[in-house]
């Protein structure tokens, strides 16, 4: 099954956009060649684009707190497990501390290294970085895996607490949606959502030989997903027959 996800609101986006830089960047600085460490650099850079939004991180530990919050109030209730608490709590306490005890701007520390930012201010001019533009950078690349690997852990360091909120308040949200099986009906499907409950989320998995494209767009009222099937020239078009999937909305 093929999964997509739908955020309702700018900052699940925000946070699905990290997530998959965070994701890429942990894949390419496990692999070996120079030109992977060149693209994990990228996504470094990339990141840093998306992070230095100055009320990301206080918007972060907003929701960190509130979720420890909510959890609490479980405490003592018939049926809940208090072992199970314990732990999801404790890694919502731990990723807010972690977190919280970054000084500054997200990512100063690596806005501060000027080889670092020589890169970044060439990189996207196409062909910026040849031996010729930047024979420092070259240099690195000629260097053996395990040192520019160590290199890039080091400087992605700093960001580790991001992403560890990011995983925890992401894992969270998904885990609060319970999948159940719909079918579109001439390859367009429509949902009313209920009202005093806000969506953020939703996720829905197709089975990849069915062959088709989702296209989704909701708001707080009502999701609406249009099957569509790729010609030969690339172009989407609407999907006339039935087909089903699976859908979850994680509020």
């Given at each position: 099954m093929v999964l997509y996800e739908y955020p309702f609101n700018e900052s699940i986006r925000t946070m699905l956009r990290l997530e998959h830089l965070f994701d890429r960047l942990g894949a390419l600085m496990e692999r070996d060649t120079a030109l992977d460490h060149h693209f994990a650099l990228v996504t470094l850079f990339e990141i840093l684009d998306v992070a230095s939004r100055a009320d990301l991180k206080s918007d972060l530990l907003k929701e960190l707190e509130k979720h420890k919050a909510q959890f609490n109030a479980y405490r003592g209730s018939p049926g809940v497990d208090e072992a199970r608490l314990d732990e999801v709590v404790a890694r919502i306490d731990g990723a807010f501390q972690r977190l919280n005890a970054l000084n500054g701007k997200t990512g100063?520390?690596?806005?501060?290294?000027?080889?670092?930012?020589?890169?970044?201010?060439?990189?996207?001019?196409?062909?910026?970085?040849?031996?010729?533009?930047?024979?420092?950078?070259?240099?690195?690349?000629?260097?053996?895996?395990?040192?520019?690997?160590?290199?890039?852990?080091g400087w992605a360091q700093s960001l580790m607490p991001m992403a560890e909120a990011l995983q925890v308040l992401l894992g969270l949200l998904r885990d609060s949606g319970a999948?159940?099986?719909?079918?579109?009906?001439?390859?367009?499907?429509?949902?009313?959502?209920?009202?005093?409950?806000?969506?953020?989320?939703?996720?829905?998995?197709?089975?990849?030989?069915?062959?088709?494209?989702?296209?989704?767009?909701?708001?707080?009222?009502?999701?609406?997903?249009?099957?569509?099937?790729?010609?030969?020239?690339?172009?989407?078009?609407?999907?006339?027959?039935?087909?089903?999937?699976?859908?979850?909305?994680?509020?």
């Open positions: 100063a520390a690596l806005a501060s290294n000027e080889w670092l930012m020589s890169i970044r201010s060439r990189i996207s001019i196409p062909g910026g970085t040849c031996e010729f533009d930047l024979p420092a950078y070259y240099n690195w690349q000629q260097l053996l895996p395990v040192r520019r690997r160590k290199d890039l852990m999948p159940h099986k719909v079918a579109a009906v001439a390859g367009q499907f429509q949902q009313s959502l209920p009202a005093g409950r806000v969506y953020q989320l939703l996720r829905m998995r197709i089975d990849p030989s069915l062959g088709l494209i989702p296209e989704i767009s909701g708001h707080r009222l009502m999701v609406s997903i249009r099957l569509m099937r790729q010609d030969e020239e690339g172009r989407l078009k609407l999907a006339t027959e039935d087909a089903s999937f699976e859908l979850t909305l994680c509020a």
